[in-house]
């Protein structure tokens, strides 16, 4: 199988899983992932703390903790917005920090489109 078409069958078969999580809204609107837990999900999330962390060059780098809410948007590909939670991964004692990130996904490609913190010092 070619490269470009095991890139369209990937993309193909993250669309529907993204869908079949997400409950039922028109096309271009944005729909609720019910399944935060999703792996899809979690990749999506764990790829938009690793990006932060490398634009930041590693200052405080972050790990994710979890996911509050998750929501797909069919569109040129897909946006992905997330709630998530995160901490500093050298200190034990960090607070927790809620962040507001989009993740736009094309055809096996991410970027990131923000990641904006929301909510500080939960304990």
């Known amino acids: 199988m070619k490269p470009a078409t095991t890139l369209i ?5 993250t669309v529907a899983i993204v869908l079949s999580t997400a409950s039922a809204s028109s ?3 944005w729909q609720r992932i019910k399944n935060t837990n999703d792996y899809r999900v979690w990749e999506v999330a764990e790829f938009a703390v690793g990006t932060y962390n490398v634009k930041n ?3 405080h780098p972050l790990r994710l903790v ?6 797909v948007q069919v569109v040129d590909g ?3 917005l997330l709630i998530v939670t995160a901490t500093a ?3 034990l004692n960090s607070p927790i920090v809620m962040y507001r990130t989009e993740v ?3 055809l096996g490609v ?14």
């Not at 991410?110 to 304990?123: C, M, N, Q, S």
């Open 9 to 13: 069958l990937v993309a193909i078969t």
């Open 104 to 106: 736009h996904e094309r």
């Open 110 to 123: 991410k970027e990131l489109k923000f990641f904006t913190p929301i909510f500080d010092g939960l304990k």
């Open 57 to 59: 060059h590693f200052k």
């Open 89 to 91: 991964i050298d200190s």
């Open 78 to 80: 897909l946006n992905y």
């Open 27 to 29: 096309l271009g609107g």
């Open 66 to 71: 979890s996911i509050g809410s998750a929501e």
